[in-house]
Structure formats: structure tokens, C-alpha cells
């Protein structure tokens, strides 16, 4: 059930044929679109409406974890204002302020609270902005759920603000009544899994009734049932009452049936490396850690192997020449595929790593390495790849635990083919499972827990499949857009609708939700590409004034800008606000008329299309 890539969904054709099923209401179909798990959860216990409360998939997400424990888990609303231009801070007038002490004045000042209700949590210098992550204090333990983020200009103006600051009138005993180790245990038993021993913490959680709970957080996984979550347990009753699901799972995707050919073809490429990667992303390259040279698929921004860590090795080429032509005619797990498989994939996601390093996933933007060299954020945690992972079949996932601890992509077989096909060899796949690590570490604040709620867990797979878009261009045609075509030979792939400006290929609008965000970035793609053209250099370049570039910093910049839990609506104000911070607001017209296109104009509200755009666009 824990899939990433596409769902596990046994009846396929149900997404595609909705009106047949009039079990469920539209607003459920859309859920359902937008939820596989909630939706047979609700099939189940035979409710036709999920949402009572229309916004709850803003707020709320319903996890099935372990082996089928249902939790329902909140994450308070943020609120969240962008200001242009900018405004002052309370120590806008003092020299010398940083980033961490102006942030927290703003936040008091902004939520009229006192010093000893924030604390701050991370931050980073921006090319643009600065960010600041924030969590609301009680009695000096933070509360998890309750965060902040401050983004200021590089006038020192505040431009950005989100809060998801909740009331205390309702606040349990700061002093635990359970100890730590009942509380694993507790954990350990509700979710069947192990605790792994990275450092627990105690914490407040703010729950959906207005209480807050003191809790135990800790980690615990399951390998085999694909398992990997924070879990909150009340520190009170040692009740289990959330948890943050690192691993990043599908919720709205279908397998499609019929077949056809891929043709883009192998290619050996020399040296692939950005040249200049060793002077700003890769400064050893990709085969060091920073201290030892590796002649393997194992360096500082990634390690690839077959199945575990632990039991398989590398890949290993003398002289660094990974020349390991795939057979396309046999199995995947033949030698000669195995090797292609680990080498593709170590590829790919160092090329992720140096190119969106170039435009702002830095060390201090919480990135995936083992030695940061000494700029900032946490190390010691570069992608694990498992390729040919054994614990599913026809998916991939990609796990995202908080800076410092490695991002873990598994990459399993798809059995649609015959011989079977590897998802390691399929570049867009490969680019879906890695941004989730991107978009995961640069919400919110490095923490892996702000993209947790149904609508910014489904916006997470848009992100996802919109850098696989981004990255698959070769010129200013933008041509539809379709994801996974080689893993299940099928010219329609694993999306609903191919990517589309075209609204008869695509007509997927806000108020559809769902597999929506993809497209509306491609519009968006495709309006600014159509304004400022195409760079072939992109990857590379990131100073040049193409279209291609401007849609990769507005993408990149807005993460960190967006709040927690970000929504359609927020996230689409943060892109406006990052392209005031990057480029004074030039495109601020393209980019509403392409949200607009599809439903997200200034009128859109609780997914209700709105088509208006600002006076003079
Ligand atoms: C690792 O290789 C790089 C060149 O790729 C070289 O500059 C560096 O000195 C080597 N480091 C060690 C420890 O051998
Ligand atoms: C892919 O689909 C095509 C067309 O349907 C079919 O001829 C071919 O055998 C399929 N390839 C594999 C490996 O299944
Ligand atoms: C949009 O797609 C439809 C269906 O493929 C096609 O008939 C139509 O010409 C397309 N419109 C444009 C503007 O390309
Ligand atoms: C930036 O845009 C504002 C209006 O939005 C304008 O007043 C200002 O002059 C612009 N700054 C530059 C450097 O172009
Ligand atoms: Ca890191
Ligand atoms: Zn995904």
C-alpha cells in the first residue's frame, strides 16, 4: 500500500471511467481522485462523503500505516500573507541583526506573542531571500505541528510570513506521565515496527479538537512494510496520536492498460558531470565523500546499489568508466542489468544534486550530502538509491526523513512487461522520486514534516512530475507531457491525462484537484518559455534570462517561501512572491494568467475555479 510513483490500486480503470461509479458522490470521486487510501477507507465503512468539512484535506490526511492502521492525522491551517515589495520588522533600524533574532522579533510582533512562545528552528541565506523556520513554545518544549516561516528580502524587508500557531487555552502537563521507553514500546506495538534509534524528542501536539498533547516523538520503521514515521505518542496515556510519514506515497494514480513502445535509446555520455560542479555543487566530484576517493557508484551526494545497503555492493569500475550497456532482452536482475541499472540511477541523481544545487538547494537549504564542507546545514546524509528494491513491484518511493539523516530512494521492477522493466532506467522516475527530497527538505524548514496533509501530499507529486517535464525539454516546443511510458510501455503512461496546455488533452482544473499542480506548472512552463525563450544550458546556467531558468529559480525559490502544509492557494502566492524577489515582479502577469488557465485566478477559493487575474494582466 506504501507506494510513491503510482498507487497500488487493484482496479485500475476506476479513475479513469468515474461517472460509473455512483456510489460515490462528486465531491467523494474527487477525494477519491485525490486519495486512493482515503477513499477505500471510505469505501470500506460505507461513507459517501469524506470531507464533511470541505477544507480538511488542507488540514487533515488520512494515513493507513503499518500493516493497516488507519490515523487520521491534523496539521493545523496555516495562514499565510505575501508583501511584495516588502515590509519593516521590528528591528528593521538596528545594523547587524540576525537573521534568527529579526526573525523571531517579526513573529512576535506579526502573532502578538511573547519570547517565550517561538523559538527558532532553522534557516538560510537565500540567492534572493533569507528564510527563517520558527515553532511555537510552551513551557519551553516546542510544539511539533505549530510552525512559522519569515522570508525576508535582501532589503531587509519582510515578504513573506506563515503561521500555523495555535491557541493554548488547552494545554496538557508539561511533565511526562509516561516514560520514554513505554512510550517506544507503545509506538513500536501500534505501528509494527522497530524504533531506530535516532534521538527521540519530546514535543506539544496540537490536535484537531484545539488540545495540545504532550508527546514523545520517535522514529520507527518497518522495512518490509515499506514503514518510516515520526510517531507522536501522548505522553500522558502513551497513546499513538500521529505521525509524519517520511516515505512519500501516491494517492490519485492509475496503471493503465494499453502498450507501446519507448524509443528514446541509451547514449554513453563522457564525463557527464557539470564542469564546473567542482568549483560550486560536487567540489570533489561524484565519486569522493569529501575525505575518500571511490571508484564505485558511491560518493558524496549519492551511493547506488542493488536491494539493501548492507548486503550488495556498488558498482565498481576501474578508471571510472561505467560503460554497462543494458540488454533489453533479458531479465533486469542479469548482471549486465543490474549494472546499467545502478549506474543510470547514480547518474540521474547527481545531475538532480549539481543542478539544483545551482539554484538554491544548497547545504544551508538542507540538501543531500555527506560532507557539507563547512556550508552549512546538517551532512552525513546523501540519497541511498536501491534499485531492484524487493519490497514492491511496479513503483518507487522515496523517503525523506529530516537534514542529516540520508533521503532513501527504492526503486522496484514493473512487471507489466515481459522480460519485467527497471524504474531505474527510466530517467523521468528516477527525477520524480529524487524531488521529493527536494520539495521535502526545502518546506518548511529542513524538518521532512511539512508536506503531510492530503492537498500538499498530492501537490508533492505534482512538483515531482513537473521537474520530470522540466527536465526532458530540449527546446522551446512544449509538447504534452506524459510520465512512465518505458516501465509500463504505454504511450499514455501513469497519469489520468497527459500534461497539457491543450484543455481537451488535459482538462484538469483547481477544482478537480487531484494531478491538477502538474499541469498548471507546465502552463506556467509554457507561458514563460513562450516570453523568454529556451536555454539549452539550463542545467548549468542558471544566470541566463530564458524561460526554462526562470521557471526553475520561481520553482526552487518558492519552496522555502511557501508555509507548511502549503495549499493551492499559498503556494501559488508564493510563486508570485518569488518572482518579486528575483526578478521585481517582471512576469508576475504570465504566471497569473497561467494559474488563471486553469482555475487558480484571485478568485479561487475552496477549490471553486476563479479565472480573474490582477487589473492590467
Ligand atoms: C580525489 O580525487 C580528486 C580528483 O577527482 C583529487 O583532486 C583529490 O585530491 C583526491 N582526493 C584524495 C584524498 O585522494
Ligand atoms: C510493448 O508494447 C508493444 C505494443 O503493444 C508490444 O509489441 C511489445 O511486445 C511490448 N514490449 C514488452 C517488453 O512487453
Ligand atoms: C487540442 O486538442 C484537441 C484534441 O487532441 C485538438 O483537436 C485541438 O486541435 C487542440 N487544440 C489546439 C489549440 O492545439
Ligand atoms: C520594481 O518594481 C516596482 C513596482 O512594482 C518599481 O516601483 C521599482 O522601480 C522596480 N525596481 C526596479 C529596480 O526595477
Ligand atoms: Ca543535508
Ligand atoms: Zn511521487
Redesign the pocket.
Known amino acids: 500500500m506504501l507506494t510513491s510513483i503510482l498507487s497500488a490500486q487493484p482496479t485500475p480503470d476506476l479513475h479513469k471511467t468515474p461517472s460509473s461509479y455512483s456510489f460515490w458522490s462528486s465531491r467523494a470521486m474527487v477525494a477519491f481522485r485525490f486519495s486512493l487510501f482515503l477513499a477505500i477507507f471510505c469505501a470500506s465503512s460505507g461513507l459517501a462523503v469524506p470531507w464533511p468539512a470541505s477544507l480538511k484535506h488542507a488540514t487533515n490526511r488520512l494515513r493507513i500505516v503499518g500493516r493497516g492502521l488507519a490515523l487520521n492525522t491534523f496539521h493545523p491551517e496555516s495562514t499565510y500573507m505575501t508583501f511584495g515589495q516588502g515590509i519593516a520588522h521590528p528591528l528593521t533600524k538596528r545594523a547587524d541583526v540576525g537573521l534568527e533574532e529579526k526573525a523571531l522579533a517579526f513573529i512576535q510582533s506579526h502573532l502578538d506573542i511573547g519570547a517565550d512562545a517561538v523559538v527558532f528552528k532553522s534557516g538560510f541565506a537565500g540567492e534572493v531571500a533569507d528564510h527563517a523556520f520558527l515553532r511555537q513554545l510552551i513551557d519551553g518544549i516546542p510544539v511539533g505541528n505549530a510552525v512559522a516561516n519569515v522570508a525576508f528580502n535582501k532589503d531587509d524587508k519582510v515578504v513573506a510570513v506563515g503561521s500555523s500557531f495555535v491557541p493554548t487555552t488547552n494545554v496538557a502537563s508539561s511533565v511526562p506521565a509516561v516514560s520514554l521507553v513505554d512510550a517506544i514500546t507503545a509506538a513500536e506495538q501500534a505501528l509494527d515496527g522497530t524504533f531506530n534509534g535516532h534521538p527521540p524528542t519530546l514535543e506539544f501536539l496540537a490536535l484537531e479538537d484545539g488540545s495540545l498533547r504532550l508527546t514523545h516523538v520517535m522514529q520507527i520503521q518497518n522495512e518490509e512494510t515499506n514503514l518510516w514515521v515520526e510517531a507522536f505518542v501522548d505522553a500522558h496515556t502513551a497513546e499513538l496520536l500521529s505521525v509524519t510519514d517520511f516515505v512519500t506515497k501516491a494517492s490519485y494514480l492509475v496503471l493503465p492498460i494499453q502498450e507501446e513502445i519507448l524509443t528514446d535509446g541509451f547514449q554513453t555520455l563522457d564525463d557527464p558531470q557539470d564542469p564546473l560542479a567542482r568549483y560550486v555543487s560536487s567540489p570533489d566530484g561524484w565519486h569522493s565523500d569529501g575525505t575518500t576517493n571511490t571508484t564505485t557508484t558511491a560518493g558524496n551526494n549519492a551511493i547506488s546499489f542493488k536491494g539493501a545497503q548492507t548486503a550488495t555492493t556498488t558498482e565498481s569500475a576501474a578508471g571510472l568508466v561505467f560503460n554497462y550497456p543494458q540488454n533489453a532482452a533479458t531479465a533486469p536482475t542479469t548482471t549486465a542489468n543490474v549494472d546499467a541499472a545502478r549506474v543510470n540511477a547514480f547518474y540521474i541523481v547527481n545531475t538532480i544534486h549539481d543542478f539544483s544545487y545551482r539554484y538554491g538547494f544548497t547545504e544551508a537549504a538542507f540538501n543531500f550530502q555527506n560532507n557539507n564542507f563547512g556550508k552549512g546545514g546538517a551532512g552525513n546524509d546523501r540519497v541511498t538509491i536501491s534499485v531492484q528494491n524487493s519490497a514492491g513491484v511496479d513503483n518507487a518511493d522515496f523517503s525523506t526523513p529530516p537534514d542529516g539523516q540520508s533521503g532513501a530512494m527504492r526503486m522496484f521492477l514493473w512487471d507489466i512487461t515481459n522480460p519485467e522493466r527497471d524504474g531505474a532506467l527510466e530517467n523521468d522516475i528516477v527525477t520524480h522520486e529524487n524531488t521529493h527530497g527536494i520539495t521535502n527538505r526545502m518546506t518548511g524548514g529542513g524538518t521532512g514534516r511539512c508536506l503531510q496533509t492530503t492537498e500538499a501530499g498530492g501537490m508533492g507529486e505534482g512538483w515531482s512530475d513537473s521537474m520530470a517535464d522540466w527536465n526532458e525539454k530540449t527546446s522551446s516546443a512544449v509538447p504534452d507531457y506524459v510520465l512512465g511510458q518505458y516501465v509500463t510501455n504505454d504511450s499514455a503512461g501513469i497519469r489520468t491525462h497527459p500534461y ?1 496546455t ?4 488535459n482538462p484538469l482544473r483547481y477544482s478537480t484537484i487531484g494531478e491538477v499542480w502538474a499541469n498548471m506548472l507546465h502552463n506556467v512552463y509554457a507561458a514563460l518559455v513562450g516570453v523568454h525563450g529556451f536555454s539549452t544550458t539550463a542545467r548549468t546556467n542558471p544566470d541566463g534570462t530564458e524561460g526554462n531558468i526562470v521557471f526553475l529559480h520561481l520553482f526552487i525559490d518558492a519552496l522555502p517561501l511557501q508555509p507548511c502544509n502549503p495549499t493551492f492557494l499559498t503556494a501559488r502566492s508564493a510563486w508570485i512572491q518569488a518572482d518579486v524577489n528575483r526578478y521585481n515582479g517582471t512576469n508576475a502577469c504570465t504566471l497569473w494568467n497561467a494559474f488563471a488557465s486553469r482555475g487558480l485566478g484571485t478568485d479561487a477559493a475552496n477549490h471553486v475555479d476563479g479565472t480573474a487575474v490582477p487589473a492590467g494582466c
Open positions: 497539457s491543450n484543455a481537451t488533452v
